[in-house]
């Protein structure tokens, strides 16, 4: 007999899959401009690195299976579970990406802040040597679990429907068996 809950999982979906949205927008609004000798920096590459996994995870196939469901409300409950741990690990994938993305920009308007348009000289060596340690210790803070909790705590505030998301556990051992 069906928990008559389908409905409430179509609606989850239709928010994560929004917030998926978003954040593959943002990703893709990314832009930057670095010259022949920067390219190579490490905030630069991080910043391409995150737009090829946004890529990357848009590519990917829908893991789920999938079928008529011919009006069996416990096959639909199965097919909207499966639909919403896929989602919930595409969030996730996307949520970590913009956050060190996000982590990249902040390290590009510092690296533009010391330089005021100026070539890089040995003036600039401390200031810059700074932002690129600041950028790693962002990047060391973006752990999985802190990336769960923006997710999750942001869904909570909003009073989201959260019975059935996969625990952080569930996305890492998913995402390491892909």
Known sequence: MSD??????AIRIAEIMSDFRNLQYYLSQLRASPTAE?????GYSLLRQCITEAQSILATPFSATSGATGGDPEREKQQLRSIIVDAAIRRFQCQRSYLRAHAGMRWMDSRSKILRGQSPNASHLAALQAADNNLRMELLAITDAHVDYTLRSADMQQGKWLAEDPSLTQIQQMLMSR
């Open 4 to 9: 008559r809950l389908n409905d409430a999982r």
């Open 38 to 42: 920067e390219y190579y920096l490490e």
